[in-house]
């Protein structure tokens, strides 16, 4: 069975990121609800990883690196619990890879309606940064390839890459939020 097609019980949050109940995650994307969530940006050396992502949801975007959610089975995934699962799941990463445990760096709240889509993304956005010691090897399942690039290539409004972002690595940008 896909990943997508699992049932999984998101955290429906208030715009505190208050968790006030559990959301089935198709249903919270859907009809738009404010859910939480999480975004590791991952760099090596000097570079950012961007995944080019394979997704239902914003299909077709860079993220940066990898985004998830934390599942609520009989209480909510602790983050690092959901970071370690998608690194490994997404990008054959292990904890033992990377050089320290992810930073918290902030937090974004946005909404964003996907063009070519029946789905809203509609979150508070835990945001995490590491580094890690190896170049990833993407899961095809999760997406179409990925690209290393410096901040400034990111940064630059010029950059092809800065128009394919998604909406949630634009509002990183905003709070300056993509440091190692």
Same mark, same amino acid.
């Given at each position: 069975? /896909?990943? !997508?097609?699992? #049932?999984?019980? &998101?955290?429906?949050?208030? /715009?505190?990121?208050?968790?006030?109940?559990?959301?089935?995650?198709?249903?919270?994307?859907?009809?738009?609800?404010?859910?939480? $969530? &999480?975004?590791?940006?991952?760099? !090596?050396?000097?570079? $950012?990883?961007?995944?080019?992502?394979?997704?239902?949801? %914003?299909?077709?975007?860079?993220? %940066?690196?990898?985004? @998830?959610?934390? *599942?609520?089975?009989?209480?909510?995934?602790?983050?690092?619990?959901?970071?370690?699962?998608?690194?490994?799941?997404?990008?054959?990463?292990?904890?033992?890879? #990377?050089?320290?445990?992810?930073? /918290?760096?902030?937090?974004?709240?946005?909404?964003?309606?996907?063009?070519?889509?029946?789905? @809203?993304?509609?979150?508070?956005?835990?945001? !995490?940064?590491?580094?890690? @010691?190896?170049?990833?090897? &993407?899961?095809?399942?999760?997406?179409?390839?990925?690209?290393?690039?410096?901040?400034?290539? *990111?940064?630059?409004?010029?950059?092809?890459?800065? @128009?394919?972002?998604?909406?949630?690595?634009?509002?990183? #940008?905003?709070?300056?939020?993509?440091?190692?």
């Amino acid at each position: 069975m /896909s990943y !997508y097609n699992k #049932l999984q019980y &998101i955290a429906k949050v208030d /715009s505190d990121d208050k968790i006030l109940d559990k959301v089935e995650r198709w249903k919270a994307h859907e009809e738009g609800i404010l859910h939480r $969530a &999480i975004t590791v940006a991952v760099f !090596y050396e000097d570079y $950012a990883v961007l995944q080019h992502r394979k997704h239902p949801v %914003f299909d077709n975007v860079f993220d %940066f690196t990898v985004s @998830t959610h934390q *599942i609520l089975v009989d209480d909510i995934e602790d983050d690092m619990a959901a970071i370690e699962k998608t690194l490994e799941r997404e990008l054959g990463l292990e904890m033992s890879y #990377l050089i320290e445990s992810p930073v /918290s760096k902030g937090v974004v709240k946005y909404k964003a309606k996907d063009p070519n889509s029946k789905y @809203t993304e509609n979150e508070v956005c835990h945001i !995490y940064s590491c580094q890690t @010691t190896v170049v990833p090897a &993407i899961n095809l399942e999760f997406a179409y390839g990925y690209s290393l690039q410096k901040i400034e290539s *990111i940064t630059d409004k010029k950059s092809p890459f800065h @128009t394919m972002l998604a909406p949630w690595v634009k509002e990183m #940008l905003k709070k300056n939020l993509l440091s190692i």
